[in-house]
């Protein structure tokens, strides 16, 4: 069940569920545990301010003496818990203070001077002790606040000179509500960071998602154009997504086999229909060009003009019909080695004579074109075992193409001869011809497809299917104005 991505997901779901609910436990306690010790700290302080204040009354020393002698560390400055403690009789008047500018002065006159406690900045009050609010009548000067806005407390204390007040200043910085805002603050902040947390998980997760579904998609775009070969990756992924990328990778793979299967099917049909019908046209036009054939040399022997001027002309004549109709029975016998299935006689062949051979045919047209030929062999070259005449006649057709290309202005054609890095050997069919567009290069191959207005179309095709009998590979490469490149490589003999 674990490598379920749902299962996984809802896993991680409760797990970020339980990490919020538990860091807003932990957050919730400390705060409680914080309140509670605050609260004891602060009726500490309050207490030990009222015993300062009820201890300095009794014995009738000042405070600030009371608090060194007293030596409460909940009373020093440095702690910050209480910042003041005061004196106050019923008239409002500070009897004693732990500010020194609050306490009694004396007057030239032997006076005594006080400060009243309205004349002073006091935060509201709240009683030390549980005291009934309506019967408590204080001082002018000293209001009653809420307990969460307190910042003093008073503590009433009945003494033979009158009620006095003794007044518990707490630091400012350990109010409640400045306990309550800073937890808060603090609160914000863990909850900001569980957020976060969680916002980054859930994006890795989302991220790790869609990343399949990514790929996925640019399969399927990549499949729609043809491209079978492409492979979406899995990432050794177990789950509902991993097995839809398998799933899709086998849909590719049983797709391309069925493209292969339909385009052999077709070439097969297609073969059949051309085969077919490549034997009726030879057989129809076949028998005419014989008799035509057979007809010219009849009239070539026995109907000659005497007149050696006509003579001449009629030579003439009937030689270019002649020339017509081999040219005629050439292209025929084209047509029916394209079109039938091929039969080969595999022989262990040394590609250099079969090359030399090939080249023998066309010295003289070389010579007239001005074609300077040549035939190099580079290394050892492995023999081969493929049938003599298809690969004579693969070798022709190159040849030819290249003379083609060069326009009889001359140019260089060679063939040269090496091994490939896996023991294969490599023909390449060199000219320094027009070269070919790159347009067209994709479309060489193609039956019946030419760059010549009188071609036919069939020589580079034939030269295809000759090497695709032989379990070989053929590849042009090709620069206008330059030249042309093919490359043929054949599998060595075993």
């Given at each position: 069940?674990?490598?379920?991505f749902?299962?996984r997901?809802?896993l991680?779901l409760?797990?970020?569920?339980?990490?919020?609910?538990?860091?807003?436990?932990?957050?919730n306690?400390?705060?409680?545990?914080?309140?509670?010790?605050?609260?004891?700290?602060?009726?500490?302080?309050i207490?030990a301010?009222?015993?300062?204040?009820?201890?300095?009354?009794?014995?009738?020393l000042?405070l600030d003496?009371?608090?060194?002698?007293?030596?409460?560390?909940?009373?020093?400055?440095?702690?910050?818990?209480?910042?003041?403690?005061?004196?106050v009789?019923?008239?409002?008047?500070?009897?004693d203070?732990?500010?020194?500018?609050?306490?009694?002065?004396?007057?030239?006159?032997?006076?005594?001077?006080?400060?009243?406690?309205?004349?002073?900045s006091?935060?509201p009050?709240?009683?030390?002790v549980?005291?009934?609010?309506?019967?408590?009548?204080?001082?002018?000067g000293m209001?009653i606040?809420?307990?969460?806005?307190?910042?003093?407390?008073y503590?009433?204390?009945?003494?033979?000179?009158?009620?006095?007040?003794?007044?518990?200043?707490?630091?400012?910085?350990?109010?409640?509500?400045?306990?309550l805002?800073?937890?808060?603050?603090?609160?914000?902040?863990?909850?900001?960071?569980?957020?976060?947390?969680?916002?980054?998980?859930?994006?890795?997760?989302?991220?790790?998602?869609?990343?399949?579904?990514?790929?996925?998609?640019?399969?399927?775009?990549?499949?729609?154009?043809?491209d079978?070969?492409?492979?979406?990756?899995?990432?050794?992924?177990h789950?509902?997504?991993?097995?839809?990328t398998?799933?899709?990778?086998?849909?590719?793979v049983?797709?391309g086999?069925t493209?292969?299967?339909?385009?052999?099917l077709?070439n097969?049909?297609?073969?059949?229909?051309?085969?077919?019908?490549?034997?009726?046209?030879?057989?129809e036009?076949?028998?005419?060009l014989?008799?035509?054939?057979?007809?010219?040399d009849h009239?070539?022997?026995?109907?000659?003009?005497?007149?050696?001027?006509?003579?001449?002309?009629?030579?003439?004549?009937?030689?270019?019909?002649?020339?017509?109709?081999?040219?005629?029975?050439?292209?025929i016998?084209?047509?029916l080695?394209?079109?039938?299935?091929?039969?080969?006689?595999?022989?262990?062949l040394?590609?250099?004579?079969?090359?030399?051979?090939?080249m023998?045919?066309?010295e003289?047209?070389?010579?007239?074109?001005n074609?300077e030929?040549?035939?190099?062999?580079?290394g050892?070259?492995?023999r081969v075992?493929?049938d003599?005449?298809?690969?004579?006649?693969?070798?022709?057709?190159?040849?030819?193409?290249?003379?083609?290309?060069?326009?009889?202005?001359?140019?260089?054609?060679?063939?040269?001869?090496?091994?490939?890095?896996?023991?294969?050997?490599?023909?390449?069919?060199?000219?320094s011809?027009?070269?070919i567009?790159?347009?067209?290069?994709?479309?060489l191959?193609?039956?019946y497809?030419?760059?010549?207005?009188?071609?036919?179309?069939?020589?580079?095709?034939?030269?295809?299917?000759?090497?695709?009998?032989?379990?070989?590979t053929?590849?042009v490469?090709?620069?206008?104005?330059?030249?042309?490149?093919?490359?043929?490589?054949?599998?060595?003999?075993?």
């Amino acid at each position: 069940m674990l490598n379920s991505f749902r299962v996984r997901l809802l896993l991680l779901l409760a797990a970020l569920l339980m990490l919020t609910l538990s860091v807003q436990y932990y957050v919730n306690l400390r705060s409680v545990r914080s309140n509670t010790r605050f609260i004891i700290e602060q009726q500490q302080a309050i207490m030990a301010g009222v015993t300062l204040g009820v201890n300095s009354i009794s014995s009738g020393l000042y405070l600030d003496q009371m608090r060194d002698q007293a030596k409460q560390p909940l009373l020093a400055e440095q702690a910050g818990r209480v910042e003041n403690v005061l004196i106050v009789d019923d008239q409002g008047n500070i009897k004693d203070s732990l500010v020194k500018n609050q306490i009694p002065q004396q007057n030239p006159d032997k006076s005594i001077r006080y400060v009243k406690i309205k004349d002073i900045s006091l935060p509201p009050l709240k009683s030390a002790v549980e005291l009934p609010e309506e019967n408590t009548t204080l001082p002018e000067g000293m209001t009653i606040g809420r307990q969460s806005t307190a910042g003093a407390f008073y503590f009433p204390v009945e003494t033979t000179s009158g009620r006095r007040y003794v007044i518990v200043v707490l630091g400012s910085a350990n109010s409640l509500m400045t306990i309550l805002r800073r937890q808060a603050r603090q609160s914000l902040l863990y909850t900001l960071a569980v957020l976060l947390v969680t916002t980054c998980l859930t994006g890795i997760v989302v991220w790790r998602f869609t990343r399949p579904i990514r790929f996925l998609s640019i399969g399927a775009r990549r499949v729609a154009g043809g491209d079978f070969a492409f492979r979406v990756p899995t990432g050794g992924r177990h789950d509902e997504m991993g097995e839809l990328t398998e799933l899709f990778n086998d849909m590719t793979v049983k797709l391309g086999r069925t493209r292969e299967l339909e385009a052999q099917l077709y070439n097969a049909e297609k073969a059949v229909v051309v085969s077919r019908l490549a034997s009726a046209i030879a057989h129809e036009i076949r028998n005419p060009l014989n008799y035509i054939n057979l007809t010219l040399d009849h009239l070539r022997a026995s109907f000659a003009p005497s007149d050696p001027e006509k003579q001449e002309k009629f030579d003439s004549l009937t030689k270019q019909l002649k020339l017509e109709v081999a040219r005629i029975n050439s292209r025929i016998t084209e047509f029916l080695n394209y079109s039938r299935p091929a039969k080969l006689d595999p022989q262990p062949l040394d590609l250099f004579a079969a090359a030399s051979d090939a080249m023998r045919i066309f010295e003289v047209q070389a010579a007239e074109s001005n074609v300077e030929t040549r035939i190099d062999k580079q290394g050892e070259v492995p023999r081969v075992m493929a049938d003599p005449e298809s690969l004579r006649s693969a070798l022709t057709n190159l040849i030819i193409n290249g003379f083609q290309a060069m326009d009889g202005s001359g140019g260089k054609l060679s063939i040269v001869l090496s091994s490939e890095d896996d023991g294969r050997a490599r023909i390449d069919v060199i000219d320094s011809g027009r070269g070919i567009a790159p347009e067209d290069i994709s479309k060489l191959f193609e039956p019946y497809y030419s760059t010549k207005e009188t071609g036919t179309g069939l020589g580079l095709a034939i030269v295809k299917k000759a090497v695709d009998d032989h379990d070989g590979t053929i590849a042009v490469k090709s620069k206008l104005g330059e030249g042309t490149t093919f490359t043929i490589t054949l599998p060595a003999e075993p």
